[in-house]
Each structure stands twice: as C-alpha cells, then as structure tokens.
C-alpha cells in the first residue's frame, strides 16, 4: 500500500518583502474548506521561501516583516484536524535576505563572478548560495527548528544544488586539489560540486533522522538521468524516501519530461509522486489557470504509471487559496479519487530498456534532454511500447530487448553484461555509433553485433534501401537519411536488411543539387541495416533523426526491427492512432490498461496546449496474458465487455476513450 496519499497540492509562497499584509486574510475554516472543495488529502505549506523569510515565529531565520501570525503553525493545526496530512518547505540554494546579508555565503564561480540566474545584477531574479559554506548551518538549525515547533510529517527542501556554473572560490579550489582533483579542468569542477551537494544532503539528512527517524525527507532539484549511475541519483537514495518528479509542461520541462523521467525512475525501488501545476505556464504564474483537459492528462498520466498526484499551486501574499482554481483542481482529483484503487500497488511491465544518452561514464550529462532520448521515447510511445529507461548500471534481465539509441556510450562492463543477456536470449538493437570505444576504435559489442565501425559515412543524407523483410508498412521507394551516420564492416554470414542508397555528390558550395540535398544515384553495397542472431544494428542515427524531424518512415523502420526481435509485445494489434498513450501494469493477478488520448499542439511560440478532449471510439485492444481473464471490465465505471482469449492475447474492444480510460483484466496475470 501507498504510504502517499494520491491527491496533493505543493503550496508555494514566495513572497517579496516589499508586500505588505502578509498573511491578513487566512482563515482557517476556510483555508480547509477550499482545500476539500479540490478533494485535496495532503499539503506541502511553507516554513521559508525563495525570499529567505519565514512564515512562523522563528528563533533562527527572519519573519517576513509584514507578518503578524504564525501563519504555518495555523495552517498545520487545520490541517491536523481536518484529517489533512500536511508537509512543511523549505529552500537551499534561494534565499535572498541571506544572499543580502551574508556575502561569505555566496557562491562564487571559478571566473570570480557570483552564481545568479540573470546576467546582471539590474535584472530581477535570484541569486545562488553555497550549501557548502557556514550557510548549511543556518539552513539545517531552521529545519530543526521546524520539526521542534510543529508535526509535520515530510520537510521537502528545494533547489538542492548548485545553479550555472559550479562553484569555485579559492578555497574551495584549493581543497579542490587537496582532495585529489584538478581545479582547472570543468568537468572535474561540476563532480566537485556534485561531492558538495551530497555532503551537505547526508548532514541535513543525519540531523533529521537524529529528531525523527521516521519524517518523510525528499531534496528538490536533483533529479536526472544519467549514462553513468555513479553520478546520478542512486548513490543518494539513503536520503530520499521517495521521489517527486516535479515536471510542469507550461514551463521548461514540457511534455517529453514526465513520461521519460517516470519511466527511468520506475526501476528505482521507491514510491513516485508526479508533480504537475495548476498554473497556465509555471510558477510564479498567479492569474495563469490550467486548461481541464491539460490538467487531466497531466495528473491521468502519473496514474498511468503507478505515481500518486501532486499539483502545484501559489497561495497569495494575504492568505487567501483561490476557489476558482480549487474548482479545477477538485474536477480533476475527484476523478482521480475514483481511480486510485487501480493504481496502487500496481507495477510496470516492461519489455524493453533503453540505455539513457545522457552524459558518459564519468561525464555528467545536460539538464536538457538530448535528443536521441526524446526520439526513443515518441517512437516507442507512439509504438505502445512497454519500456523503461535504464543506465549503465542496470539490471538487464528484466527486459527482452535493449536498446542502445545514437551515440550512447557503455562501459567494459556494461558491454560485458550485455554480450551475456544476449547470450541467454535476450535482443539488442544497436543505432548508430552507439557502444563505440574510442580506445580501439570499434564496437565494444562488434562480435555480437556481427559488423566492426568503418568509419563515418560517405555521404549524408544518403537513403534507405530496405529489403523486404524490414518494409512492412513503408511505401517502395528509396527513403532519406539526413543525418551522417557510420560504415559497418559485416562478417560473413550476417544478414543484410537495408543497403545505403547513395545520392551523385555530397552538397557544397562547389556542388549542389536544388534547394536541399542531392538526388539518389544508385543502391551501394554497403549494408546499414543488420542482424546477427538476436542482435540488429542500424548504421543510421534514427532516434535523433525521429527526434528532429519525425519521418515516419524512421519510426517504422524501428518498428519492423522490434518485431523481429519483440514478435509478441504486451499491446499486440489495435486500431489506435498514433496519438494513443498506452500503459500496462500488473496488480496482483489482474492486468491494468491505461488508455489515454490527449493531444497538445503548439499554440504559444513556444508552449504546448491540450485544451479539448479527443474522444476515440471503438477501440480495439489486443493484450498480452498468461492466462484467460474472468472478467474484462471498464474501471472506475464497472461496466463488463466481450472479450476472447486466443493465441495468448486477450482482444476486446473500448466503446469510447473520452481522453481516459482504465480497463481491468482480472486474473489475466494469473497462473
């Protein structure tokens, strides 16, 4: 059972002190009221925000000087007995007052600039601390101090790391090189940060469990996936005791960042929490309001994938929470309310990992997405793929394929691991130059991929000419690559699926055919796509190419590589359109189907918009199951449908998917 409840709002209340009236309107009454009214079960509230003031009487920090209440201890006796489980926030690297008044606390680059996230000190926005300065105490002495004064049962801390460039004073490069590290070089900073970053988590951590062994602890602003699972969040997970993707569409994050990062942090043995806003665009966005439709696809896809549900909300400076968005927060949690028991205790069945292209055995990755994993993510999507991301650390043997996208790198190791997974039957689809060693210059992998590297391509864009056991549903003609891809050097006897088509000449400014690229000349023999056994390799970066103009015939491609390898996926035929999300999950011995069907359009120059529901009708679903099920019905409606079971798929068909639907095959997972 959850120890989450499902229906959450995350309170923020970043407050300027040049606003007077702090907290003058709040009651209580009716602070729970509207709470209840958006059928909200758990709040995180406020103890400091981004401003560095509090919001109760403290002894430690600074009340914000136009408060006259102890407006958390209010907020937390409501809740209290109103049932409402209740949390209490707090930040690291934000707080100005302190930026303001201790300069020692500052964080200081390399360049001798201080750490901000605007270019000059005239632009508003805020300033970076350094956790790994004397200001650690003062922040640990306030979060003690909240637990003394209040019960509360979570401190959720915010933007726990360091922002922009890492830190680099003198002493800091000093004890840099004391410890064994080069100062000078960037890489060996941004580990050094990350070092800091998680001394100062086990010391906060230690000094919370030291008063409560049991308070739930969560640290903001750290989530990532990472090639290399050293540098990544699993080390830290002795200080979490879950994980909350925080992950707004309105704003930075967009639409790809939830479903990817969910799907890497499955493997993770911890509860999820998805965390969503009520807000137009993001934070900080007081007259901005959620569509419903957005609203329900952001908190129906959490569900989708075994996570309980928070919505962020911004409550105004006089304390009072805004109805008309508890109105839209409670439509979406009521439906939400009704689904739970379908959720929890649910798990992922995935058949396929996909070995994340963020970062590099000992290089941190981007906190931008990098494409190859946005292009395996709306391919396999799109494909009703069950799949998970992983990293060179994982497990393999949970899945019947592994898929290493364009350029993603492994280690000895990892290659090692795989080269047994494939041994014991497992498939393997190699793209690009991925598992490429630049010791030697050749795929780690080369003797089970059954090709060597030869070099980068000839020509680029050059085209795809597919044999006809790699064509199912492409249309005969000779499709373009754009993106330069590899030579493969074939042993004998490996099977050939797609030649390269090769155009008269790359274009240059002394050549140049029309206004894009240059026309086919004749197929070569030089093979791009092959396979070996249970292993494919695809000499062509497809993901990214997916990811950057999403050719169909790339996905398709794909498509047919994973049926050869994949011949019996979890969601076998359907008559969905490619717009169609589906998720199975096992729950005891019934299987779960999530359907869902929201479409967002860039409407914003740079924003993305679902503002209606799609409705599909008659959906045929064909799912994958050991046994017979007693009963197909839909959920929370309870209504029975028709269904058969043969050639181990159970085939029915969904009157109407009104943007959600949850469908129970119970007993199918059964023996």
């Known amino acids: 059972m959850s120890s989450l409840p499902f229906r959450q709002v995350h309170l923020d209340f970043h407050t300027s002190p040049a606003i007077p009236g702090v907290g003058e309107d709040f009651n209580a009454d009716e602070f729970i009221r509207t709470l209840q009214l958006g059928h909200v079960n758990s709040v995180t509230v406020f103890a400091k925000c981004h401003h560095g003031y509090s919001y109760y009487p403290t002894k430690i920090g600074t009340v914000h000087p136009s408060l006259k209440r102890d407006l958390l201890g209010e907020m ?45 000190m005239l632009q508003p926005g805020w ?44 002493p800091q490069l000093r004890q840099m090189k004391a410890e064994g590290r080069d100062p000078e070089d960037p890489q060996q900073r941004i580990l050094y940060a990350l070092d800091l970053e998680r001394r100062f988590m086990d010391r906060c951590t230690g000094a919370i469990r030291a008063k409560d062994p049991q308070m739930g602890i969560f640290y ?76 329900e696809f952001e908190c129906f896809q959490g569900l989708a994938h075994g996570a309980t549900i928070s919505i962020g909300d911004q409550l105004h400076p006089r304390g009072r929470l805004d109805k008309a968005v ?17 959720v929890e205790g649910s798990v992922p069945l995935p058949e396929i990992g996909v070995l994340t292209a963020n970062g590099a055995p000992g290089i941190r990755g981007d906190s931008d997405i990098p494409a190859q994993d946005v292009g395996t993510l709306h391919v396999l999507e799109q494909l009703k793929q069950q799949f998970s991301y992983v990293d060179n ?62 070099g980068p391509a000839e020509f680029a864009p050059d085209y795809l000419m597919l044999s006809d056991d790699i064509s199912a549903n492409i249309e005969p003609m000779a499709h373009s690559c754009e993106l330069q891809g590899v030579r493969l050097n074939v042993q004998d006897g490996v099977e050939v699926l797609a ?23 004749s197929q070569t023999d030089e093979p791009i796509i092959v396979q070996k056994g249970r292993v494919i390799t695809i000499a062509r970066p497809l993901f990214t190419e997916y990811a950057q103009s999403a050719r169909r015939v790339h996905k398709q491609v ?12 979890v969601v076998g035929a359907n008559n969905l359109p490619s717009t169609g999300i589906v998720t199975v999950r096992q ?41 017979q099920p007693a009963s197909v019905e839909l959920v929370p409606e309870h209504e029975t449908l028709t269904a058969d079971y043969a050639d181990g798929y159970v085939h029915f068909t969904v009157p109407v998917v009104n943007g959600y639907q949850i469908i129970r095959l119970a007993g199918a997972a059964g023996n």
């Not at 830290?236 to 967009?254: D, K, Q, R, V, Y």
């Not at 650390?393 to 949970?398: H, L, Q, R, T, V």
């Not at 030649?499 to 000349?521: I, M, V």
């Open 326 to 342: 508890y109105q839209r927060i409670g439509e979406v949690f009521e439906a939400v309310e009704q689904r739970e028991q379908w």
């Open 587 to 627: 729950q005891g011995d019934d299987l779960i189907v999530h359907v869902l069907h929201y479409v967002h359009q860039r409407r914003g120059k740079t924003l993305d918009i679902i503002e209606d529901i799609l409705p599909l009708h008659n959906v045929e679903l064909s799912i994958r199951a050991t046994s």
């Open 499 to 521: 030649y390269s088509g090769k155009p008269y000449f790359n274009r240059t400014w002394e050549h140049f055919c029309s206004h894009q690229y240059t026309p086919l000349d």
């Open 558 to 569: 794909i498509a047919n590589c994973l049926s050869r390898l994949l011949p019996e996926p």
């Open 76 to 120: 937390v006796s409501a809740c209290h007995e109103a049932g409402i489980r209740v949390c209490a926030y707090t930040t690291v690297t934000w707080d100005e007052l302190a930026w303001e008044t201790h300069p020692e606390w500052r964080q200081v680059k390399p360049d001798g600039n201080v750490g901000r996230r605007n270019s000059t």
């Open 393 to 454: 650390g994982s497990d393999f043997s949970p899945y019947s394929v592994v898929v290493l996208p364009d350029s993603t790198v492994i280690t000895p190791e990892t290659a090692d691991r795989l080269r047994a997974f494939v041994q014991a039957g497992g498939g393997l689809i190699v793209c690009g130059n991925a598992g490429l060693d630049a010791a030697t210059g050749d795929y780690l992998l080369a003797d089970v991929m059954g090709a060597s590297y030869d």
């Open 127 to 170: 300033k970076n601390l350094d956790m790994s300065s004397s200001y650690a105490d003062y922040v640990i002495a306030q979060i003690e101090e909240v637990m003394d004064m209040y019960d509360v049962a979570e401190i959720f801390i915010d933007i726990v790391r360091f922002i922009g460039d890492p830190p680099g004073d003198l």
């Open 220 to 295: 903001n602003s750290r989530l990532k996936m990472e090639n290399d699972p050293a540098l990544g969040n699993r080390p830290e997970m002795n200080n979490f005791t879950h994980l909350e993707i925080e992950s707004l569409p309105g704003g930075f994050w967009g639409y790809d960042h939830f479903p990817m990062y969910v799907r890497y942090y499955q493997t993770f043995d911890t509860e999820l929490l998805a965390m969503t806003g009520r807000f137009h665009t993001m934070w900080g966005d007081f007259g901005g309001l959620r569509n419903r439709a957005a609203l």
